[in-house]
């Protein structure tokens, strides 16, 4: 076998399932997130300042991806890439969730958080995020801040868990669980474009939860306020998809984990209501965002590994070569 016919394929033979879908959707987001900077600057919009430093978000996003796909070739034996390598589908996440952002409102302009709370209104007969007004404590907005900030690294804590324990396999159902929600609620942005409550009605509010509220409060409110208030990210909540499933994950594999996080999670539908973040209806567009990610994981490793072999050159060329990969 040629030389060069081995190196064009070293990448496909090599690619993760998880990697190959966050090769596209990195892909996507780069390319529309340029376009749709380009269009604000020549267009004068009011986001046109900020082109600078996009272009630079941008720019770094390409090259951490460029230089990930080639250690893939050239470092996949180190040990030090292949711990960074395990854990990279979360940067993939940060990557496609910035970027995309900036290119919603030109791939879908037309936002649909209206009809989210004329959802609620129809549902409840009220909308739930002012209705909890009436519950406002300084110490329960704590508690509430706190599980949504737990959101931010109940996963890697379970992840690490099982990476330190050597449970390979587990570990790699777990994350490419987790990658496919994400995916799926990635693309659901776009389908479906919508802001947080608090940005949409916030001349319904009549009381300051973060008021009086701990350090812990502080930090979320300022995690979440560094968003842009273009920001579309509303629907599914992926918040409570990732921890539900997180939850599904401990449970199989780290019992203790799973009853640590117990109070914490199931805290969490309610935080993200309670703080504004969510709309109810949000919540329930999580399951299905949770039962496709579940079906579809081991039917897409296993569909990914079997289309690798059978199109692998070098395994069709074992009786010629002599060489088994």
């Keep these: 076998m040629k030389r060069e016919a081995v190196f064009k394929n070293v990448l496909f033979r090599q ?37 600078g430093a996009n272009l630079l978000r941008i720019l770094a996003s390409g090259f951490f991806t460029f230089w990930f ?24 996440v940060l990557v496609i969730y910035f ?30 995020t002012v209705w909890f007004e009436q519950y406002y404590h ?46 799926i609620g990635f693309i659901s942005y776009v389908i479906f474009p919508a802001s947080s409550p608090y940005l949409v009605i916030p001349e319904l509010y009549h009381i300051d ?16 306020d560094l968003s842009p208030h273009r920001v579309r990210d509303a629907f599914p909540s992926m918040h409570n998809a990732i921890v539900l499933l997180t939850m599904i994950m401990a449970w199989r594999y780290h019992r203790k984990f799973f009853w640590i996080q117990f109070p914490l999670a199931i805290s969490l539908p309610l935080a993200t209501v309670y703080l504004r973040y969510h ?18 994981s081991p039917r897409l490793e296993l569909k990914w590994k079997q289309f690798q072999q059978q199109n692998d050159p070098l395994d069709n060329r074992i009786g010629e070569s002599g060489v088994s990969f």
């Design 209 to 224: 939860i973060w008021k009086d509220t701990s350090f812990i409060s502080w930090i979320t409110y300022t995690i979440v």
């Design 99 to 128: 970027n995309l952002q900036d290119a919603i409102f030109i791939i879908h302009p037309h936002d649909i958080h209206h009809t989210l709370v004329d959802l609620d209104e129809k549902l409840f007969g009220v909308q739930p």
């Design 15 to 51: 690619l993760r399932i998880e990697e190959l879908i966050g090769l596209v959707l990195v892909t996507f987001a780069l390319l529309f997130a340029s376009f749709s900077n380009v269009y604000t600057l020549m267009n004068e919009l009011p986001e046109a300042p900020n082109f």
């Design 279 to 296: 709309y109810v209806v949000d919540i329930i567009a999580a399951l299905p965002v949770i039962a496709i990610a579940l079906y579809l």
């Design 138 to 183: 300084p110490r329960l907005t704590d508690w509430f801040a706190f599980t949504y900030l737990n959101y931010y690294v109940m996963t890697p804590i379970l992840l690490a868990l099982l990476y330190l324990k050597k449970e390979n396999e587990s570990f790699r159902v777990v994350i490419l669980t987790m990658m496919i929600s994400y995916f």
């Design 69 to 92: 796909f080639r250690s893939i070739i050239y470092q996949a034996e180190n040990r030090g890439f292949q711990i960074i390598r395990d854990f990279a589908p979360f940067l993939f």
